[in-house]
């Protein structure tokens, strides 16, 4: 049973990793690294190595979005140019090649971005109310670790963060 | 359904200008204009003022150059084989030229102007919000902007009793141009329409071919092929859509202007004549 | 996989979006009145006309005093002399045919109010409008009001005329739609 | 059935709502521009039934906007005139019109007319009544026994007619008619007169291979410009019996005609006459058939005219003279025709003789110029405006001829020269009675004004005065009704004058409507008419749906021998003056005319032809006198003569001579409305009063100016921005040879 | 001497970022209130202007029958050529990793999405009739009627909706986390503001793997978009058929000159930032010697293209682009003409120089000439081309009225309201992508100090 969440600030990346390094040795049994949130000002180049491998969908969005910009864009504008009342033709043919390009062209730009953009809102899961273990010591330059556990493995989980030079732990019951 | 008339049209909305378009052209109103008989005198500029409700600018916005006159006399001073001004000058009656495809048409954002079965340019004044792409795009130079309100100015009572309700006294910030007198090509064919007829070869015409004093300006129907401008055009040898005419006499005096910007103008001119043997 | 859903969920979007809107041209045998309603305002006119006694009770054709419809682009209302064609005799006791003499003993024609009035821009035309639903159609001539009907309601019921049609673009053009009318802007813009 | 009545009953205005249709300005989705309630729409009364709302009815008029007397078609729809067009029926135009007779709507619909009687209180002109204003001129014209005058322009028909009744009326004679026009053929028509025998002759131009024309703006101004449009339509043809004609202009301004010729040779104004002479010398010297019907004594004269000495006279090169030579003997036959910078001079008359000698020697006599139609009835004849009855006027004025003096259709305190006194003479005029639309210079200066119906509201007849083909009385009719209702036809106005003298004769006559009716009726009695129809009324819906009288013809004949032996020609040596360098020439062109079109915008906004100058005046000079002067184009200039200055723009052409300074007539109103007023000079203000030494006519083209540059001005109001093509092929010229190969000419 | 320099001190505590970029929200100064209130009187001055155009018409901006545009649609396209810096600096550079953007692609950014929506106003304010705007929109009407999809304006419309929904989301995302800081270290309004656009974000690892991505996806995005956007700009151009505008070489022309011209306002933005906020420490010499090497490699693509088109029209042997070309050069215009090729192609070798380069009020004045050289060409584009045309008649010279002229120059006070609004309520220097500069060349340094021999210089003695 996960009832407890506990946050540890560091001092920096090091710091924080080498503690995150022993939970992933297991060094705490029954806390995995999956049960690890990391909270830091900039996201550290090389946080896979530490955390893991977490699945992003992100680009499927986008794909999709982009997908139907061109897709819908081709038949929107050519259904409308060939039910348009009347042809503003200038010798062209009433449903021309080139413009359409373009526009289709803008328009899987457009699907496309905002997609990627709600997918961003979504996958993030922002719009959430920060839970009150956040500290704003995080903007500034600490990087927090949360992870969540049993309340009987709190104790041993705090030695460890202390061996790592921890600066400050917070705890709060999530039952 | 949309998606399957696309499928099943898909050639159809595919036809340029150059395979006959996306009309099956009812009429093909034309001109022939025979530069010989014109004599420059600026009858049919003021006819078409009458007709067609054209604003008077006067001084200050004729000189900004905002002038409007949908048939302009265009007057050089060169081409010639002798020097100015032995031979006298070049009068020129340039009005929109009713292309067959008009440059005009493919850059209205609004496609306020297109292009009608009759194979005219059509300006529709209610539709127009005056980007003025048109004009620019426009090789003549023959489309003229609203660039004032000029009702009250140009028409101070009782000068406005003479508009003709038959066509729109047009506000400002929209663009306008020849129509061809489309006000009488409408009465004309639904004249005939209600009678079941074709329209008759000289039945009605333009207020500058009807006022021209020395009748260079012949306008009709090509479709109609006994009609006396499809006789010119014939005569002369000159094909619409090709941007080279192909004539077996290479003498022949029938031209368009800008023919080689492929835009297909609907008048045809005469050269010019001038005695050099004298 | 999930890539090839998305594509087929959105093209399956974009053509339920396009199949609304758009429309086959259609060519009507006969014609499909054009819908629409609109919710007039009264209009008060010089002489209160009853519509409803002229052609329910005396069942006098419209085009009887609207006769220019079938000729010019204007039905027009009929001139004061047409009027006192029938009303020298007829009724002349009632208080509307006594205003009515009182215009013709001046010399004058009432000064109406336009009811079904277009912009300035829109050029209707009454003529085609009647050869075509009317006589190519060899549908009766008595029987035009149900012609008439189509953009100005059922007159027949009013007394003076009322608007009950939009006669907006947009009416116009779908009923042009539905029974292959020109699509052309410059049959009524110009 | 009295048809025109309830015709007229038609020209009533249908509601005053409803205009022309606007595009809105602000115009949000259209169900917002639907109303409801918000127009009227008012019935007719009565009416006739061709009559069919939204579609127009033509009816037939004839034009009034110069005098050649084109048959109209005026547009009316609901009770409005809306267009011009020509009267296919009509000999004279042939159903095509001129810019003028287009921009007449605007004439009739002026903003600026006059629309009721105004009568001179403390020096200035107060509104009456028309009560007020006929007592007024009750007592003034009892007061004046027998010194009353008309002046008026060019004027025929019954007008004409019941004006030379009323002077009879009262006693005073005919010689008190004084018609004048500044743009005139009065030298031409006088030389025709006295070396013809028909002052007007025919001039059968398709007929012609060769237009020899000596400033004689055919095409533009000159006696009958659509009749010659139409005969240059088929001139140019190649179809014509002569083929496709040549024409040579010989002037010293590019005239509109010049603008058209095939060659174009500046020569000075007023040596036309030696050049013509000189030609007269070269064609019998060269050509076998010229015709020698020349006294000895002009032989000499004419053998004196070497083409080095005309040339030199001419200012121009001796090579064009001879290439004029040579074409007038190869292309035959030819037509020499004389234009005002011919006759406005001291010699004008000498000038015009000379070449109607080339004429004669050319043999055009009697196969391009040919015998007129006389008219059968001598009083609607036309009365040609000149400018002698002008000085003539002036002269009487001075010596107090005139206590009551009615003017209408002329402008002459416009027109008149400065230096012919005209305004001071005026002062001795007791009554000044003006009879105007307009409220121009003249009506200014009058003590009464009395308000003119517009000619699209007047009934009336006009006899052409040059006519061709056919023999006709033109007929004019209203096309609407009185737009003011205190204004009055010239007809009525006459009419009532009449009535007062005669009241046994007129007072039959409700108005000049009737009496028009019973006039033509008495026409139609006469043999003259072809095709009198059956009864009165046919004849006079006949009448009214032509808009004219069709008269039998009537030919004039030509003097039996024509010869040149009663006419000397005396052409004076060439004065220089070294203080007034520049001749100056004030032409009349299409549009403004004499200045009677200013106040018509249409017309104001219409181009110049050649310099393509709108709204104003300017001053065409050679290139090569401007660089004398040290003028670029555009710059302010002086123009001074003897007898005033002006100051306007530097038009810089080389279509001008350059010894000559060209300046249009028509601008440089002081009065005259909002659209004619304040723009540009009048040209004629600076003339010298000089006159034609034979007719009497004033020398308009004998005054001589100096120039003097003022410096920069804004560039000049014209339309387009440049004078070439660069080198695009709008315009494309091909010489005669080629059009002889595809089409034969 | 060439001395090198280090873009960023890496020895700034990450505490110490935030403090100074924060600092730059609070407490306007005066010269801040006197900047917008001279900014607000220009605009005040287009409001003026427009709203008399909209009631009279056209007319009064001198626009005529050839000339039917001229300053509005120059300038049009000199502000959507302005907008074309952020994207190259953010989203180019971002791609390439290129660091050094990171002090300076915030307010980049920014200048993108304010000069799109100051460029946004001009195709309205030259329409005839602008109240009738919405129908370049694809909307379903009863009317049967769509805008026209072949137009280059209805392009345009796309183009820019697109342009500005796309900048303005990067600028945004960009944004998120520096809310977050702002949002901890602010309290009032701002507090709330902040706590609301921050949008809940805490930092936390799988916000930022989603943040990584959105952002690489977006910048792949916004670089074809900024090209294309440009390329249709020109296509109002070069689709027509007028000499002068019917030129092949347009769209890379116009894109060149849209980055030359953004370039040169980032430069000129940079140098006012660093002096009015005190960002020596971040927008240091060392950035802006980098910014003006590219704003010179840039000038020179811009000058070949220039020369390009020149040349191809010289040889070309059209005789209407050939006789505009030489009109350009000598007719009436010949000023404008010279003016742009000289502080287009001239003044931009002062780049080359590092000790100009290294001199801010240089920096500055160049950069001023760069832009009239870029607004210079647009116009000269625009208006001195409908000057002449094929049709010969109809040549004329005119000369744009105070009404343009007031609502050109009121347009710069828009932007300028826009952006100082922006500088105070959000932070201009981008904190957390400072804080991984800052983090990365430390480590650089640190391995590089480990796998170096210790005889490296010290890098703090090296200023």
């Keep these: ?175 | ?278 | 996989m999930k890539a090839l859903k998305y594509l087929l969920a959105s093209t399956l979007v974009a053509v339920i979006y396009i199949a609304g809107p758009g429309q086959s041209p259609a060519l009507a045998v006969d014609a499909i009145p054009p819908g629409g309603s609109h919710d007039g305002v009264d209009v008060p006119q010089p002489i209160e006309f009853p519509h409803d006694i002229h052609v329910e009770v005396n069942k006098i054709n419209c085009m009887y005093c609207h006769t220019y419809a079938r000729r010019s682009k204007v039905a027009g209302i009929p001139p004061t002399s047409k009027c006192m064609g029938c009303h020298k005799i007829i009724a002349t006791d009632k208080p509307r045919i006594q205003k009515l003499t009182e215009y013709w003993t001046k010399g004058e024609s009432p000064k109406w109010k336009k009811v079904h009035d277009l912009p300035d821009f829109v050029h209707f035309t009454h003529e085609r409008h009647i050869k075509r639903f009317v006589f190519d159609q060899d549908f009766p001539v008595e029987d035009v009001k149900e012609v008439c009907a189509f953009c100005h309601g059922q007159v027949k019921n009013m007394t003076v005329a009322h608007k009950v049609k939009p006669l907006n673009m947009g009416w116009c053009v779908s009923c042009h739609e539905a029974n292959g009318g020109p699509g052309d802007c410059w049959k009524c813009h110009k | ?745 | ?463």
């Design chain 5, 1 to 463: 001497m060439i001395v090198s320099e280090k873009d960023i001190n890496e020895q700034i505590k990450w505490a110490q970022i935030n403090t100074d970029v924060l600092r730059s929200l609070e407490n306007p100064r005066k010269a801040y209130w006197v900047a917008l209130f001279i900014c607000f009187a220009m605009f005040s001055c287009a409001v003026v202007a427009e709203v008399y155009q909209y009631q009279v018409g056209l007319g009064p901006t001198n626009l005529n029958n050839p000339h039917m545009w001229d300053m509005y649609i120059a300038t049009f396209v000199f502000w959507i050529g302005m907008s074309h810096s952020g994207t190259l600096l953010s989203a180019i550079l971002h791609i390439i990793h290129a660091d050094w953007r990171k002090p300076i692609y915030r307010f980049a950014e920014a200048m993108t999405t304010f000069s799109l929506l100051t460029a946004g106003f001009f195709p309205m304010i030259h329409l005839g009739r602008v109240w009738n705007l919405y129908w370049v929109l694809p909307y379903v009407s009863d009317r049967g009627h769509w805008p026209n999809f072949r137009s280059p304006l209805a392009w345009d419309a796309f183009a820019i909706s697109t342009y500005l929904s796309a900048s303005m989301l990067f600028l945004f995302i960009g944004m998120i986390p520096d809310l977050a800081i702002c949002r901890d270290n602010t309290t009032g309004w701002r507090k709330k503001l902040y706590t609301a656009i921050s949008l809940g974000w805490t930092g936390n690892d799988r916000q930022w793997r989603t943040f990584r991505k959105t952002y690489l996806l977006m910048a792949c995005f916004l670089i074809p978009l900024a090209v294309s956007v440009h390329s249709i700009v020109s296509s109002d151009f070069a689709v027509s058929i007028m000499p002068g505008w019917h030129i092949t070489s347009f769209p890379p022309y116009f894109v060149a000159g849209a980055l030359y011209s953004g370039c040169a306002a980032i430069i000129t933005l940079f140098v006012l930032l660093r002096y009015f906020f005190r960002f020596e420490e971040y927008m240091t010499t060392a950035i802006m010697e980098k910014t003006a090497k590219l704003t010179f490699a840039i000038a020179m693509v811009w000058t070949y293209l220039n020369l390009i088109e020149f040349g191809a029209t010289w040889y070309g042997h059209n005789m209407y682009d050939k006789e505009l070309l030489i009109a350009k050069a000598t007719g009436p215009y010949a000023w404008v003409f010279w003016t742009m090729i000289f502080c287009g192609m001239v003044v931009p070798f002062a780049l080359a120089v590092q000790k100009f380069r290294r001199h801010m009020p240089t920096m500055f004045v160049v950069s001023l000439f760069l832009n009239l050289s870029m607004y210079f060409e647009r116009w000269m584009i625009v208006a001195p081309t409908l000057s002449m045309s094929h049709q010969s008649h109809q040549w004329d010279v005119m000369w744009p009225s105070i009404v343009q002229w007031a609502i050109v120059f009121g347009s710069f006070g828009w932007f300028g309201i826009l952006f100082l609004i922006f500088v105070k309520v959000f932070p201009s220097i981008s904190m957390y992508e400072v804080k991984e500069m800052v983090y990365h060349r430390k480590r650089e340094a640190e391995l590089e100090g480990a796998s170096a021999a210790t005889n490296k210089p010290n890098l703090e003695g090296a200023s």
């Design chain 2, 1 to 278: 359904m949309s998606l399957s008339n696309i499928l099943n049209n898909w050639s159809h909305y595919r036809r340029g200008a150059e395979e006959g378009g996306h009309h099956d052209y009812e009429h093909r109103w034309t001109m022939a204009i025979n530069l010989d008989k014109c004599i420059g005198c600026n009858a049919c500029s003021v006819a078409c003022y009458s007709e067609n409700n054209l604003a008077v600018v006067g001084k200050a916005k004729f000189d900004k150059g905002q002038a409007m006159h949908w048939m302009r006399i265009e007057r050089y001073f060169d081409e010639s084989e002798k020097e100015f001004p032995d031979s006298g000058a070049s009068f020129l009656p340039m009005m929109c030229q009713q292309c067959g495809a008009a440059t005009c048409e493919p850059v209205c954002p609004v496609a306020a102007t297109y292009h009608t079965p009759d194979g005219l340019n059509a300006q529709v004044y209610n539709r127009c919000i005056g980007s003025r792409y048109c004009s620019n795009n426009c090789p003549f130079r023959v489309r003229y902007f609203n660039f004032y309100s000029y009702y009250e100015s140009s028409w101070p009572e009782p000068l406005n009793l003479q508009l003709n309700p038959d066509i729109t006294v047009r506000d400002k910030g929209v663009m306008e141009k020849c129509t061809f007198c489309v006000q009488r090509i409408r009465v004309a064919k639904d004249k005939a329409k209600m009678a079941d007829r074709r329209v008759i070869d000289g039945e009605f015409t333009t207020a500058c071919a009807q006022v021209c004093p020395t009748s260079a300006i012949v306008f009709g129907d090509t479709m109609d092929k006994d009609s006396q401008v499809a006789k010119l055009w014939k005569k002369q040898q000159v094909e619409r859509v090709v941007t080279k005419q192909n004539k077996s006499n290479s003498e022949l005096r029938g031209y368009r202007i800008f023919e080689e910007l492929n835009v297909d103008p609907s008048v045809m001119y005469m050269e010019r004549v001038r005695d050099t043997e004298i």
């Design chain 4, 1 to 745: 059935m009295n048809g025109p009545v309830k015709r007229r009953d038609f020209l009533k205005m249908m509601g005053v709502s409803g205009v022309g249709g606007t595009l809105a300005g602000c115009d949000l989705p259209s169900t917002v521009t639907l109303e409801e309630g918000k127009e009227d729409v008012v019935s007719y009364f009565m009416p006739e039934e061709y009559v069919i709302p939204g579609v127009g009815v033509w009816f037939a008029s004839t034009c009034l906007q110069c005098d050649a007397g084109c048959g109209i078609h005026g547009r009316v729809r609901e009770g409005r005139f809306l267009k011009v067009e020509g009267n296919p029926d009509s000999p004279i135009n042939k159903g095509k019109t001129c810019q003028m007779g287009q921009a007449g709507v605007q004439s009739h619909y002026n903003p600026d007319r006059i629309t009721q009687p105004m009568m001179r209180e403390g020096g200035k002109l107060i509104a009456v009544s028309w009560e007020q204003a006929n007592s007024a001129l009750k007592q003034k014209l009892s007061n004046a026994g027998k010194k009353i005058g008309w002046f008026t322009g060019t004027i025929s028909g019954h007008q004409s007619a019941l004006i030379t009744n009323y002077l009879d009326a009262v006693d005073a004679s005919t010689e008190s008619h004084f018609t004048h026009d500044v743009v005139n053929a009065a030298v031409w028509q006088a030389v025709n007169k006295d070396m013809l025998g028909d002052s007007m002759p025919e001039l059968h131009m398709d007929k012609a291979a060769l237009i020899l024309s000596f400033g004689a703006d055919f095409l533009g101004t000159w006696v009958s410009p659509v009749h010659f449009a139409g005969k240059w339509g088929e001139f140019r043809s190649a179809e014509a019996g002569a083929g496709r004609g040549t024409l040579i202009q010989v002037e010293s301004k590019m005239t509109l005609t010049g603008g058209n010729a095939d060659l174009w040779v500046p020569a000075k104004s007023g040596s036309e006459g030696a050049i013509a002479l000189g030609l007269v010398n070269y064609v019998i010297k060269n050509s076998p058939n010229a015709g020698n019907n020349i006294s000895s004594e002009q032989q000499n004269l004419i053998s004196s005219y070497s083409l080095e000495k005309v040339a030199q006279i001419a200012g121009t090169s001796q090579d064009y003279i001879k290439r004029i030579g040579d074409a007038l003997i190869k292309r035959s036959p030819s037509l020499v025709l004389a234009g005002a910078s011919v006759e406005g001079h001291e010699h004008g008359y000498d000038a015009v003789a000379a070449i109607m000698l080339l004429n004669i020697v050319l043999g055009n006599v009697g196969k391009t110029i040919q015998p007129s139609n006389a008219t059968p009835f001598p009083q609607l004849q036309a009365k040609p405006g000149n400018t002698r009855d002008l000085i003539e006027f002036t002269n009487a004025a001075k010596s107090k001829k005139f206590d009551v003096v009615f003017f209408s259709g002329s402008n002459p305190v416009f027109t008149a020269p400065d230096s012919l006194g005209l305004k001071d003479a005026l002062g001795n005029v007791g009554f000044k009675v003006a009879v105007s639309t307009f409220p121009d210079e003249t009506t200014m200066q009058a003590d009464l004004v009395l308000p003119l119906s517009s000619y699209a509201e007047d009934w009336g007849t006009h006899v052409p005065a040059y006519q061709e083909d056919r023999n006709i009385v033109a007929v004019q009719q209203p096309l609407m009704n009185n737009l003011y209702s205190d204004t009055k036809g010239l007809g009525d106005i006459l009419l009532d004058l009449l009535k007062d003298k005669k009241p046994d004769e007129y007072g039959s006559y409700k108005d000049y409507y009737a009496y028009l009716q019973d006039a033509i009726k008495t026409l139609r009695g006469s043999s003259s008419i072809k095709e009198p129809e059956a009864g009165d009324l046919q004849f006079w819906n006949k009448t009214l749906k032509t808009g004219l009288i069709d008269v039998a013809d009537q030919k004039n004949t030509f003097a039996s021998t024509i010869s040149t032996e009663n006419v000397t020609i005396k052409l004076p040596e060439e004065k220089t003056d070294s203080a007034y360098p520049y001749q100056l020439a004030p032409v009349a062109r299409l549009g403004l005319y004499d200045g009677r079109h200013a106040n018509l915008p249409w017309l104001q906004e219409s181009p110049d032809q050649i310099s393509k100058v709108v709204w104003d005046s300017w001053a065409e000079m050679h290139p090569n006198t401007a660089k004398k002067i040290g003028v670029s184009h555009g710059d302010l200039i002086e123009v001074a003569s003897e007898n005033g200055s002006i100051k306007l723009k530097a038009y810089i052409i080389k279509g001008v001579h350059p010894d000559t300074i060209a300046i249009p007539l028509g601008q440089g109103h002081e009065e005259f409305g909002r659209y004619a007023k304040g723009l540009g000079v009048n040209p004629l203000k600076i003339l010298t009063a000089r006159t034609d030494s034979k007719t009497g006519e004033l020398a308009m083209y004998a005054t001589r100016v100096k120039v003097t540059a003022l410096g920069k001005e804004d560039v000049f109001v014209r339309l387009g921005g440049n004078d070439t093509q660069v080198g695009r092929k709008f315009v494309r010229t091909i010489p005669v040879e080629v059009l002889k190969r595809t089409e034969g000419a």
């Design chain 1, 1 to 175: 049973m996960k009832n407890y969440r506990i946050l540890g600030l560091f001092n920096n990346f090091e710091e924080a990793f080498s503690a995150l390094h022993d939970i992933r040795a297991s060094k705490v049994p029954g806390v995995t690294i999956d049960d690890v949130t990391l909270n830091s000002p900039i996201e550290h180049p090389e946080i896979e190595e530490v955390l893991g491998d977490r699945p992003c969908h992100l680009p499927k969005f986008t794909l999709a979005g982009a997908m139907f910009g061109l897709v819908f864009g081709f038949l929107f504008l050519a259904s409308a140019q060939a039910t348009f009342l009347v042809q503003p033709q200038g010798g062209k043919p009433v449903i021309p090649l080139p413009s359409n390009f373009v526009l289709v062209y803008e328009m899987i730009i457009f699907f496309g971005v905002w997609a990627t953009f709600f997918a961003f809102l979504f996958l993030s899961r922002l719009f959430r109310k920060r839970h009150n273990l956040y500290s704003e010591k995080v903007s500034l330059d600490q990087i927090g670790v949360i992870v969540e556990l049993d309340k009987s493995k709190l104790d041993s989980l705090k030695d460890l963060f202390k061996q790592h030079k921890v600066l400050e732990i917070r705890e709060e019951d999530i039952r």
